[in-house]
């Protein structure tokens, strides 16, 4: 049983930045495919990043190309979001999934195991 523990979310200002952690324990986080998703209240939970030992390279969403920065450090079981530039659009609750299956798909009903959240605030 994969178990994820999101940390790192806060209130920052436009511009500002945030480092968000998802620490993974049962499996290692080098032979799932990790994703970062977010979710603002009455809307789809959107894809943002993923990373999967099979596809190789990182994906995003075209909104946080050249902002955010997805990465993994198998040592310590967890996978990170480096967000910069952020801006009042990112606010959002943003949440870690991960999957053994799935290649590095923002598509939210691929991924069987998920976060609890952690909440980003972004003030203009």
């Known amino acids: 049983q994969v178990q994820l523990v999101e940390s790192g979310g806060g209130s920052v200002q436009f511009g500002g930045s945030l480092n968000l952690s998802c620490a993974a324990s049962?499996?290692?986080?080098?032979?799932?495919?990790m994703a970062w998703f977010r979710q603002t209240p009455g809307k789809q939970r959107e894809g943002v990043a993923c990373?999967?030992?099979?596809?190789?390279?990182?994906y995003y969403t075209g909104s946080v190309k050249g902002r955010f920065t997805i990465s993994q450090d198998n040592a310590k079981n967890t996978v990170y979001l480096q967000m910069n530039s952020l801006k009042p659009d990112d606010t959002a609750m943003y949440y870690c999934?991960?999957?053994?299956?799935?290649?590095?798909?923002?598509?939210?009903?691929?991924?069987?195991?998920w976060g609890q959240g952690t909440q980003v605030t972004v003030s203009s």
């Open positions: 999934a991960a999957d053994f299956s799935v290649i590095c798909s923002f598509g939210s009903t691929d991924y069987n195991y």
């Open positions: 990373i999967s030992p099979r596809y190789g390279m990182p």
């Open positions: 049962g499996y290692t986080p080098s032979r799932l495919s």
